[in-house]
């Protein structure tokens, strides 16, 4: 199973930017899809970006194209750039990798959006 390490998460003021980043336990090449879901309190789960190693790249409707998914290869690592963030993009972020019909989970990191 992959081992995925989050980082990056915090306070911010609404309009401002955070830049999430996902260590991989192992080459992220070999990885079919890597996503950015979140989930705020009471709500479901819900994917915000994915990342095929196919280069394909998905964002859910409300990112409206303020997020930017990336790979950095040689690092193993997946980045989630968000900008001109909202009150309601409070939540915690998780990074999930799909290999091989096998999902694996990071521990998830804290985004406040507050004034």
């Known amino acids: 199973q992959v081992q995925l390490v989050e980082s990056g998460g915090g306070l911010v003021q609404p309009g401002g930017s955070l830049r999430l980043s996902c260590r991989a336990s192992e080459s992220i090449a070999s990885i079919s899809t890597v996503s950015w879901y979140r989930q705020a309190p009471g709500q479901q789960r819900e994917m915000v970006a994915q990342?095929?190693?196919?280069?394909?790249?998905n964002y859910a409707p409300f990112v409206g194209g303020r997020f930017t998914i990336s790979r950095e290869n040689t690092q193993n690592t997946v980045y989630l750039q968000m900008n001109a963030l909202k009150p309601e993009d409070t939540a915690v972020y998780y990074c999930n990798a799909l290999k091989m019909d096998r999902h694996s989970w990071g521990q998830g990191t804290q985004v406040t959006v507050s004034s």
């Open positions: 990342s095929t190693n196919g280069g394909s790249k």
